[in-house]
């Protein structure tokens, strides 16, 4: 960020980059309000004080934080049933949950997030992104696909923002191609005296600055019950889409994010939201997106901006905010949604290559994250698919060899061998594996070759003593590592059997 300072091609690129995302926030804030069920301000300053609260407090350089559809998914009953006061009480008492989570090191989690959810979360999300422009296209997608009324000059406007959007920044990247996109169509249309849709019909923009506030909500136990449930689902969402988010932005800047940081970062700017009467959010991809890939911003300060301009724009030039058309954003945002899909994961060749199993996970990442409208969903869905599939991989690669010896003294025992990872799934079934009524009177299962993870396993092992204990036949384990060997004699006999 210092650096940044003292370089003024660095600190141009990131001041175009804030103006771009800001006026970029602008319609989506005020979307997002209305599907909450609140006032257009109440979005618009989430939008501002996330932004600049989290260019301080995040752990992500760079990524753009606001209202979001899927917060706003999660607390509209909370507005529509008791109130605004409520909503904010919701929105801090969530963002304290994501202080809490922070600090526990939930964010770690996120290493056992698999690559083929990760794709689908992109993919979900660059659609998710185009389906939020048909309505302006003339087509709304609630309740099914419906033919809407839009001027005919919206198509040829959107055209052209998008050819300037792929070839603009083959020629310079100067100034960002959004930018210029949203200027010359804003141009066009006052000079031509075009009507079509502009920001102004989506809803009415502040005129004052945002104040603190105290919700006005009775502080009892029958409160907490009311908004706790809001609140933690909130939560939970808002961290799961900025981790994503954030994890995004590292791979396509090659850098790392402290996600710790960024999980209690986002808590913090959600109660600060809160108590200036916004309806709070989390990290949006689109916005981000615009920011690091179709601006090239990497420093805090285009986050801290993009809050400050949107402010400005909408309380000092509202009037001329309200003229630009939403034909030039549409086609950003298009742009957008093209440039987040992961293509390679869809061509045939990749397809061909790719494990089954890694492309089905994938798939149902996007399905019911385009279905339900709700990234958590999806993403919940496609790990749990994925864990399953492991498991059932792994299972099948747990194997039980027998072998029958014979010692000098003419006596012979049953020595099993048994290779691979046990655990819940795998050593369900262990117990069927083995001859209990011919192998001899004494017994070896040598477990040299595997790893003994949970209580499952050492339930299966007693369980497999058991039956051959009730023949009379002794039975030795042999071969346990340290940590299965500490496992086996921890709980072997304290566990009841079924």
Not at 139 to 157: A, Y
Not at 189 to 210: F, T
Request: aromatic share 8%.
């Amino acid at each position: 960020m210092v650096a940044a300072l003292r370089s003024p091609r660095i600190l141009r690129r990131e001041v175009l980059a804030g103006l771009v995302v800001a006026l970029a926030l602008i319609p989506e804030a005020i979307s997002f309000s209305i599907l909450a069920g609140v006032d257009p301000r109440v979005g618009l300053f989430a939008s501002f004080t996330m932004a600049v609260s989290i260019a301080f407090l995040g752990g992500r350089p760079a990524m753009i934080t606001g209202a979001t559809g899927a917060i706003a998914l999660v607390i509209a009953p909370v507005a529509a049933e008791y109130g605004l006061d409520y909503l904010l009480a919701t929105v801090i008492l969530g963002g304290v949950f994501q202080v809490v989570f922070g600090l526990l090191g939930t964010a770690q989690l996120m290493r056992l997030l698999p690559r083929s959810v990760m794709v689908g979360f992109v993919n979900a999300l660059a659609i998710l992104i185009f389906i939020a422009q048909l309505p302006q296209l003339g087509l709304d997608t609630h309740g099914g696909l419906h033919i809407v009324g839009v001027p005919w000059m919206v198509f040829p406007l959107v055209a052209l923002g998008i050819v300037i959007l792929v070839f603009l920044p083959r020629l310079t990247t100067v100034v960002p191609a959004p930018l210029v996109v949203i200027v010359i169509i804003t141009a066009l249309v006052l000079a031509g005296g075009i009507d079509v849709p502009n920001v102004s019909g989506e809803g009415e923009l502040p005129r004052s600055l945002p104040s603190m506030l105290i919700p006005d909500v009775p502080f009892t136990l029958e409160t907490l019950q009311i908004i706790a449930p809001y609140a933690f689902a909130m939560a939970m969402v808002g961290l799961l889409e900025s981790l994503m988010t954030a994890k995004l932005v590292d791979d396509i800047t090659d850098t790392h994010s402290n996600k710790s940081r960024e999980s209690w970062g986002q808590g913090a700017a959600n109660v600060i939201t809160g108590f200036f009467g916004g309806m709070g959010g989390c990290a949006m991809i689109g916005q981000t997106i615009i920011n690091v890939k179709g601006s090239g911003a990497r420093t805090r300060i285009s986050t801290f901006l993009a809050g400050v301009f949107l402010l400005i724009l909408v309380v000092g030039f509202g009037d001329i905010v309200g003229k630009i058309p939403m034909a030039a954003l549409v086609a950003v945002m298009i742009i957008v949604s093209v440039g987040t899909f992961d293509w390679h994961s869809i061509s045939p060749a990749n397809l061909k290559r790719m494990p089954k199993s890694e492309t089905l996970v994938m798939l149902t990442t996007v399905v019911f994250v385009v279905v339900t409208h709700n990234l958590a969903i999806g993403v919940v869905a496609g790990v749990i698919l994925a864990f399953m599939l492991f498991a059932r991989r792994i299972y099948h690669l747990v194997g039980v060899d027998r072998e029958l010896i014979e010692e000098a003294d003419g006596t012979a025992y049953a020595r099993y061998t048994v290779t691979g990872e046990l655990f819940f799934a795998s050593s369900n079934d262990l117990v069927y594996q083995f001859n209990y009524v011919e192998d001899p009177e004494r017994v070896v299962i040598d477990l040299s070759q595997s790893h003994v993870w949970d209580a499952s396993t050492v339930a299966a092992l007693d369980g497999i003593e058991t039956k051959y204990n009730r023949k009379d036949k002794s039975v030795q384990i042999v071969g346990l590592n340290e940590a299965s060997s500490h496992m086996h004699e921890r709980l072997t006999g304290q566990l009841p059997s079924h």
